[in-house]
């Protein structure tokens, strides 16, 4: 079965430093998401994309987060200066249509010290 | 508007028994109603998902059952077992694509 991959699977950085998280969507999806959740907490929406556009996005998703799919079948989320409440999971999914079932990747866990 | 409820927090079951998990929202443009499995470590999965023109759905051990004038659906585990401790998520979806989680349910069956 397809399945949504992100890389890394663990990225530890210090403050203020750049990082760029990974994802390969499953190929015929059109709807792209990132998905924060900190350790034991709820699953928390930063943004949607869909054809090569921003869709939606939450308070979360401030100035400091971008979102890009440079190529066919990446999607990146990069937080340009990291602080410490940065740290959590962070998951990619995506979906084929509206009203249809999310399917997630494994998740970054980004590290910030 | 956008908030969905889910209790318990977390929940205890023998072996055999029954979970139920309930989750209730207010925002009526919701039309998809899906649940998460997630490991430790792992993205949540697709468990079940059903949409309000039904009143229950069930696949295997796992039933979905919707009260659309309550606004509130409810996760059944029947005969659970060991290998369903996980945490659950409910969701809403509305048409256009805005998942909104509930706060999970981690759930603990014990042999």
């Known amino acids: 079965e397809p399945e949504v991959t992100q890389t890394p699977s663990h990225q530890v950085t210090q403050m203020g430093q750049e990082v760029i998280l990974r994802c390969v969507p499953i190929s015929n999806h059109l709807y792209f998401y990132w998905y924060r959740q900190i350790l034991g907490q709820k699953v928390e929406f930063l943004v949607s994309f869909y054809n090569n556009e921003i869709s939606e996005k939450s308070e979360i998703f401030d100035d400091q987060f971008s979102v890009e799919r440079p190529d066919g079948s990446n999607f990146t989320l990069k937080i340009r200066s990291t602080k410490l409440e940065d740290s959590a999971m962070y998951f990619c999914?995506?979906?084929?249509?509206?009203?249809?079932?999310?399917?997630f990747g494994n998740g970054t866990r980004l590290t910030v010290t | 508007q956008q908030q969905v409820k889910q209790s318990p927090q977390s929940l205890i079951v023998q072996k055999g028994g029954i979970s139920i998990i309930n989750c209730a929202y207010e925002n009526t443009a919701f039309d998809y109603f899906p649940w998460y499995q997630q490991f430790p470590g792992k993205g949540p999965a697709l468990l079940i998902a059903i949409r309000p023109d039904v009143s229950e759905k069930k696949e295997g051990r796992f039933t979905i059952s919707f009260n659309k004038s309550a606004k509130q659906f409810s996760l059944h585990i029947m005969d659970s077992q060991p290998g369903d401790s996980a945490t659950y998520f409910c969701?809403?979806?509305?048409?256009?694509?805005?998942?909104?989680f509930g706060p999970g349910t981690r759930l603990s069956v014990l042999p």
């Open positions: 999914a995506s979906s084929a249509q509206p009203n249809s079932p999310l399917h």
């Open positions: 969701a809403a979806v509305d048409y256009g694509q805005n998942f909104v």
